[in-house]
C-alpha cells in the first residue's frame, strides 16, 4: 500500500510536498477505513484549479512512466514556474513488514539524472544518469549501451526479470498493475495493463460483469437491473434489435417491464456504469483506484455509499480521489487523516493542508468547518 509520496516542481507543486498515507491517532474508523496504520485512501477537496487533480496525477504519471506502451509526455508534468530545472518523486509503499522507497529526478530536457530503489532501507537499484547498479539482476553493472536515458530502468528490469526471486517486488508491482485512473468527467477509464482494458464497461460485461452489477444494485436496494444483450423491449409496441452479432447495454427499472437503451440513460446513471467495473475490479484485487471529479453527476447519497462500500469491503486496496461534494468531509465516512485541501499561491504554487493538523474532534462538523475556511482550500470569490 501507498504510504508517502513526496514531489517537487511536479505540475502545480513547486516546492518539495509530502502526501501522507499512514494513519494518525485518531481512533475513528479504525476497523474499516485503516489497514496497518496505512489508509485507504485520500480525497482531495480545494478551488478549481488549486492542484487537486494534480496530487493524484504523481501516482498516475508513475504508472504511466513504468507501464505505459505510449510515449509520456514528460514536460506536461514539469512545473512551468518551478524553482529549478530538475522535478523529483519519491513513492513509499508498505506490504506487511516490506517497506519498498522508489524515486527518481528528471531534467528538462527528459532525461532521468537519478532513480534509486530500496527495499527494507537497503539500495536494490541504483542509477546516475546512463550508470547503474542493480542488485535485483544478475548483471550488476550497466552502462549506456544497457540504459536509455529518458526511461525509468526498473521498467525495463521488471519487463525482462518480473523480479524473481524478490517476492516483496513481485507483490509491489502487482499492486500498481492492478491500478486504474479514472476521469468522471470526460468517461475515461485508464487501466495501467492492457489487460485490465476489460474494465471498460462494455468489456466488463462482455467478460460477465453483468451479475457482478447486479448483484450491486440488489445488495444496495437499486431500483434497476442492467443487461447486456441483442434485443430488449423498449416500449409496448417496439421491440429495438441490434445489429446480428452485436450486444447493447440495456437498464430496467424493477418497477418497469421496459429496456431502457444505454445511450439514453442519465448522465448520472452513465457516470456510474463507467465507473463500477473499476470499483468492484480494485475492491477485489489488491491496488489503488484514482478518481478525477469523482462528484461528477452522482447525488451525494451514491457518492457516500460508493466510498463507505470501497472502505467496508477493500483489504489493502486503496482510493485516492478528487472532489467538489462537501458532504463527503464526515468523519462518519473519512477520517480527519484522510483529507487534504489544497491551495494555490501566487509563484509558491499548490500547497496541503491536511484536516488532522487542525485536531477536529469526532463530534465536530468537518463540513461546516471546511467551509468557515478551518482548514483553507477555499475558493476567494467576492461578494456583489
Same mark, same amino acid.
Given at each position: 500500500?501507498?504510504?508517502?509520496?513526496?514531489?517537487?516542481?511536479?505540475?502545480?507543486?513547486?516546492?518539495?510536498?509530502? *502526501?501522507?498515507?499512514?494513519?494518525?491517532?485518531?481512533?475513528?474508523?479504525?476497523?474499516?477505513?485503516?489497514?496497518?496504520?496505512?489508509?485507504? #485512501?485520500?480525497?482531495?477537496? #480545494? !478551488?478549481?484549479?488549486? #492542484?487537486?487533480?494534480?496530487?493524484?496525477?504523481?501516482?498516475?504519471?508513475?504508472?504511466?512512466?513504468?507501464?505505459?506502451?505510449?510515449?509520456?509526455?514528460?514536460?506536461?508534468?514539469?512545473?512551468?514556474?518551478?524553482?529549478?530545472?530538475?522535478?523529483?518523486?519519491?513513492?513509499?509503499?508498505?506490504?506487511?513488514?516490506?517497506?519498498?522507497?522508489?524515486?527518481?529526478?528528471?531534467?528538462?530536457?527528459?532525461?532521468?539524472?537519478?532513480?534509486?530503489?530500496?527495499?527494507?532501507?537497503?539500495?536494490?537499484?541504483?542509477?546516475?544518469?546512463?550508470?547503474?547498479?542493480?542488485?535485483?539482476?544478475?548483471?550488476?553493472?550497466?552502462?549506456?549501451?544497457?540504459?536509455?536515458?529518458?526511461?525509468?530502468?526498473?521498467?525495463?528490469?521488471?519487463?525482462?526479470?518480473?523480479?524473481?526471486?524478490?517476492?516483496?517486488?513481485?507483490?509491489?508491482?502487482?499492486?500498481?498493475?492492478?491500478?486504474?485512473?479514472?476521469?468522471?468527467?470526460?468517461?475515461?477509464?485508464?487501466?495501467?495493463?492492457?489487460?485490465?482494458?476489460?474494465?471498460?464497461?462494455?468489456?466488463?460485461?462482455?467478460?460477465?460483469?453483468?451479475?457482478?452489477?447486479?448483484?450491486?444494485?440488489?445488495?444496495?436496494?437499486?431500483?434497476?437491473?442492467?443487461?447486456?444483450?441483442?434485443?430488449?423491449?423498449?416500449?409496448?409496441?417496439?421491440?429495438?434489435?441490434?445489429?446480428?452479432?452485436?450486444?447493447? *447495454?440495456?437498464?430496467?427499472?424493477?418497477?418497469?417491464?421496459?429496456?431502457? !437503451?444505454?445511450?439514453?440513460?442519465?448522465?448520472?446513471?452513465?457516470?456510474?456504469?463507467?465507473?463500477?467495473?473499476?470499483?468492484?475490479?480494485?475492491?477485489?484485487?489488491?491496488?489503488?483506484?484514482?478518481?478525477?471529479?469523482?462528484?461528477?453527476?452522482?447525488?451525494?447519497?451514491?457518492?457516500?455509499?460508493?466510498?463507505?462500500?470501497?472502505?467496508?469491503?477493500?483489504?489493502?486496496?486503496?482510493?485516492?480521489?478528487?472532489?467538489?461534494?462537501?458532504?463527503?468531509?464526515?468523519?462518519?465516512?473519512?477520517?480527519?487523516?484522510? *483529507?487534504?485541501?489544497?491551495?494555490?499561491?501566487?509563484?509558491?504554487?499548490?500547497?496541503?493542508?491536511?484536516?488532522?493538523?487542525?485536531?477536529?474532534?469526532?463530534?465536530?462538523?468537518?463540513?461546516?468547518?471546511?467551509?468557515? #475556511?478551518?482548514?483553507?482550500?477555499?475558493?476567494?470569490?467576492?461578494?456583489?
Amino acid at each position: 500500500m501507498l504510504t508517502k509520496i513526496k514531489l517537487e516542481n511536479f505540475m502545480s507543486f513547486r516546492n518539495e510536498t509530502i *502526501i501522507d498515507v499512514t494513519a494518525t491517532n485518531y481512533k475513528m474508523l479504525l476497523d474499516t477505513n485503516v489497514y496497518n496504520n496505512i489508509l485507504k #485512501g485520500l480525497l482531495f477537496v #480545494g !478551488p478549481n484549479a488549486s #492542484g487537486k487533480t494534480n496530487a493524484i496525477n504523481s501516482i498516475r504519471f508513475l504508472l504511466k512512466m513504468l507501464f505505459s506502451n505510449e510515449e509520456v509526455e514528460i514536460m506536461n508534468y514539469f512545473c512551468f514556474f518551478r524553482s529549478s530545472d530538475l522535478m523529483s518523486l519519491e513513492f513509499t509503499f508498505k506490504f506487511d513488514d516490506d517497506e519498498i522507497v522508489y524515486g527518481f529526478i528528471i531534467k528538462i530536457d527528459m532525461e532521468i539524472m537519478d532513480e534509486y530503489l530500496k527495499l527494507n532501507n537497503e539500495i536494490k537499484l541504483q542509477r546516475k544518469g546512463t550508470s547503474a547498479k542493480s542488485y535485483i539482476t544478475d548483471k550488476k553493472i550497466y552502462n549506456k549501451d544497457d540504459i536509455d536515458k529518458n526511461t525509468l530502468f526498473l521498467r525495463n528490469i521488471y519487463f525482462n526479470t518480473k523480479f524473481k526471486g524478490f517476492f516483496a517486488l513481485e507483490k509491489w508491482f502487482n499492486f500498481l498493475i492492478n491500478s486504474v485512473y479514472i476521469n468522471s468527467v470526460y468517461s475515461v477509464t485508464e487501466a495501467t495493463c492492457h489487460s485490465n482494458n476489460n474494465l471498460l464497461i462494455r468489456a466488463y460485461l462482455e467478460k460477465s460483469g453483468t451479475e457482478k452489477i447486479n448483484n450491486f444494485f440488489s445488495h444496495f436496494g437499486f431500483n434497476q437491473k442492467i443487461s447486456y444483450d441483442n434485443e430488449h423491449m423498449v416500449s409496448d409496441n417496439l421491440k429495438l434489435k441490434i445489429l446480428k452479432n452485436q450486444k447493447e *447495454i440495456f437498464l430496467k427499472r424493477n418497477d418497469m417491464d421496459l429496456w431502457i !437503451p444505454f445511450e439514453n440513460e442519465s448522465l448520472g446513471n452513465k457516470t456510474l456504469l463507467n465507473m463500477l467495473p473499476a470499483f468492484l475490479h480494485t475492491i477485489e484485487n489488491n491496488s489503488m483506484l484514482l478518481i478525477d471529479e469523482f462528484s461528477s453527476a452522482l447525488h451525494n447519497d451514491l457518492e457516500e455509499l460508493l466510498i463507505r462500500h470501497f472502505m467496508y469491503n477493500s483489504k489493502q486496496s486503496q482510493v485516492f480521489f478528487v472532489s467538489h461534494s462537501t458532504n463527503l468531509l464526515s468523519t462518519t465516512l473519512l477520517r480527519p487523516d484522510q *483529507i487534504y485541501s489544497t491551495n494555490f499561491k501566487d509563484k509558491n504554487g499548490t500547497y496541503l493542508k491536511r484536516f488532522s493538523s487542525e485536531s477536529p474532534r469526532v463530534s465536530q462538523n468537518l463540513e461546516k468547518m471546511y467551509i468557515s #475556511g478551518k482548514f483553507d482550500g477555499l475558493p476567494g470569490y467576492k461578494e456583489n
